[in-house]
């Protein structure tokens, strides 16, 4: 089957059969001819956009010499898997495939962490904070644009109302005091914080101003876990755009800086107080 336009999901299968293949030390003809195909079906599966099948795929891990089932099994899983209906689909042709393959990549996410120095996390904003956000975008943004991404977070956001996920968030005093449209709506965002952070499977921490900063790539990031750490997945946001990272080392670099920001950022606890303390601040500057 060709996928015209690969989903995020048929792209990392492929980037992973491509990784199994390069580890055995092969070259895109060689699996070829051990598979009995053509090179070129090789690098279409390997491209996301030749949908395989199960046993395709055990054939392929077979060939490459893999012997790690638990990395197959999830394989085999994201191969029997159906994004065709998901919700984000009504915004396709609407919004970029940026925005879409966030929605994707967390609905199958198993846990996710994130730092963030610049803004409140997406999936914890209210609807007036992100609506002034996107309402700042430079060049502006038509009203219903701007309409339309903030309805698009909105609804991403019912991924954590389960319970079910587990959420860390890792934010910098800067995006707590930053303000986009005003002290009452900052107020009201860091209250809606503070709820969320009660919630038992979303944790909380604040790095403070104070704190020395760890080297970091990029300002904001999240950390998306997969079945099998081999599937984690890291979307950096920059000024330039959303970057994805899959390589085990770029994976291993950033679960190495969550670990150092965790070690540097208030408990929970603390958190929460300190919210507190500024969401009263923001208060007193408008009743």
């Known amino acids: 089957m060709v996928n015209r336009i690969p989903t995020l999901r048929q792209r990392r299968l492929g980037a992973e059969l491509r990784r199994m293949r390069e580890q055995a030390g092969f070259g895109g003809s060689h699996l070829a001819r051990l598979l009995g195909v053509t090179p070129a079906l090789v690098t279409q599966m390997e491209n996301g956009k030749t949908g395989i099948s199960v046993e395709r795929l055990r054939e ?8 790690n089932e638990p ?53 914890l904003q209210t609807e007036a904070y992100t609506s002034a956000i996107f309402g700042r975008s430079y060049p502006p943004l038509p009203r219903h644009s701007v309409e339309l991404r903030t309805a698009f977070r909105m609804q991403r956001q019912h991924i954590l109302r389960s319970g079910d996920l587990p959420y860390s968030a890792y934010i910098h005093e800067a995006a707590l005091r930053m303000q986009f449209s005003g002290a009452k709506v900052q107020a009201e965002q860091l209250g809606a914080l503070i ?7 979303i944790s909380v921490q604040v790095v403070l101003f104070d704190v020395d900063m760890i080297p970091l790539p990029n300002e904001n990031f999240t950390y998306l876990e997969g079945p099998v750490q081999e599937l984690d997945t890291v979307q950096a946001d920059s000024g330039v755009g959303n970057f994805l990272f899959d390589a085990p080392a770029h994976t291993a670099r950033f679960r190495s800086l969550l670990a150092q ?16 303390s500024i969401k009263k601040d923001m208060e007193s500057k408008y009743v």
């Open 60 to 67: 392929i891990a077979a060939a490459c010499m893999c012997a």
């Open 71 to 123: 990395l197959i099994d999830a394989l085999a899983d994201t191969v029997m898997g159906n994004d065709k209906g998901a919700w984000w689909e009504e915004y396709r042709g609407s919004l970029s495939e940026n925005f879409l393959e966030v929605a994707e990549i967390e609905s199958h996410a198993r846990a996710i962490s994130l730092y963030t120095m610049a803004f409140i996390p997406g999936l």
């Open 195 to 201: 709820t969320a952070s009660e919630q038992p499977n």
């Open 261 to 276: 920001i965790d070690s540097a950022a208030l408990p929970v606890d603390e958190s929460r107080d300190f919210i507190r």
